[in-house]
């Protein structure tokens, strides 16, 4: 494994026993409202803390832009961290949720660690070296008809701009696919994506710590990611669309089009 997605995995996975350590007494946590169905706990707080004094202690000369911290320093590698992808799901005791930690270097994805620590699911990547979960290689499904496809999704709670046009793609793409998925993990649906259980995904919206390490990781896994104009422009736009090959070719153009 690379120093740095080694060192990445260790921050991880101590976030998660923070987190695995607070969904036991989740009534006893001060949550507050950022926006709209938009919330923050203490353990969002305390997660992301965790994963950054990990990361400084071996690289306190590198750049982080955190969920919860903003960004901070600045260098040619930026760590992007989501502490707690899936807030919602976490403070409801729905078990769909995830740490997302991805390394930048000069604006691009090398490093990749999506951790789910309820099902103690570890998704990894290096750039060129494959994409991982708990150390067995993962590709992104065989599937390439779009009628016989499972596809993710996540509605754009806290961007109401985006709701016609995101309802218009949704009743198409159910009509069109096997099935549309929304469980409340940006992190976790890319990783899934990666890792074949779904065929494609798509959403608007999103911030770029929800989607880093899920791109580099379905990249890694030989699938194609873009924005809606199928650039690579998703980390500042916010909306991605991506799948296995096949599946990306027929999903994109559909929702660019809605």
């Known amino acids: 494994m690379h120093p740095q997605l080694n060192i990445a995995v260790k921050a991880a996975r101590?976030?998660?026993?923070?987190i695995n350590r607070a969904a036991q007494d989740i009534d006893r946590l001060t949550i507050t409202r950022k926006g709209h169905a938009d919330f923050v706990s203490e353990v969002d707080r305390t997660a992301e803390a965790t994963i950054i004094d990990i990361l400084k202690d071996s690289y306190p000369d590198h750049a982080f832009l955190g969920e919860e911290g903003g960004a901070v320093g600045a260098s040619e590698f930026q760590w992007i961290i989501d502490p707690l992808d899936g807030t919602t799901n976490f403070l409801h005791g729905f078990p769909m949720y995830a740490v997302s930690i991805a390394l930048v270097h000069k604006g691009v994805i090398t490093q990749a660690v999506v951790y789910d620590p309820l099902h103690n699911d570890l998704f990894t990547a290096t750039r060129g070296s494959g994409a991982y979960l708990n150390d067995r290689r993962i590709r992104v499904?065989?599937?390439?008809?779009?009628?016989?496809?499972?596809?993710?999704?996540?509605?754009?709670?806290s961007h109401m701009e985006h709701q016609a046009r995101y309802l218009r793609m949704f009743a198409q793409v159910m009509r069109s696919t096997a099935g549309i998925r929304r469980p409340g993990s940006a992190a976790l649906d890319l990783a899934y994506t990666a890792a074949g259980r779904y065929d494609g995904f798509w959403e608007m919206g999103l911030k770029p710590w929800d989607m880093a390490a899920g791109v580099l990781l379905i990249q890694e896994a030989g699938g194609l990611v873009s924005d809606l104009e199928g650039n690579d422009q998703y980390l500042s736009s916010g909306h991605i669309v991506a799948g296995?090959?096949?599946?990306?070719?027929?999903?994109l153009p559909m929702v660019a089009a809605a």
Do not use: C, N, W, Y
């Open 14 to 18: 101590r976030a998660g026993h923070v």
């Open 141 to 157: 499904s065989q599937q390439t008809r779009l009628e016989d496809a499972l596809i993710g999704s996540g509605f754009p709670f």
């Open 244 to 251: 296995t090959p096949k599946i990306f070719a027929q999903l």
